[in-house]
Nanobody
């Protein structure tokens, strides 16, 4: 059973930074595509960033140049470094991965950016 546990959310002023972490267990972490999603109130969940098993990364346009996704396979952990945060980044952030055709989600961590 894959388990994902996020941490690192909080309240920050616009322009500030946060680093989210997602610890994975129950999976061959190094082989997995890992993803960060977010869901703002009243909006659909959207993918923010992805990182492949060979550390190829992708970002949604709104976070390019501000967010960085990375992974530490020795620690079974994926990170999301968020800089120059904006109020529109306020959302619950989720870590996710797919294994054996089933998608797994963490419990989410709240990020609130005040103006």
């Amino acid at each position: 059973q894959v388990q994902l546990v996020e941490s690192g959310g909080g309240l920050v002023q616009a322009g500030g930074s946060l680093r989210l972490s997602c610890a994975a267990s129950g999976t061959i972490f190094s082989a997995n595509l890992m993803e960060w999603y977010r869901q703002a109130p009243g909006k659909q969940r959207e993918v923010v960033a992805t990182i492949s098993s060979v550390a190829y990364t992708t970002y949604t346009d709104s976070v390019k140049g501000r967010f960085t996704i990375s992974r530490d396979n020795a620690k079974n952990t994926v990170y999301l470094q968020m800089n120059s945060l904006k109020p529109e980044d306020t959302a619950v952030y989720y870590c996710s991965t797919v294994q054996r055709m089933r998608r797994y989600w963490g419990q989410g961590t709240q990020v609130t950016v005040s103006s």
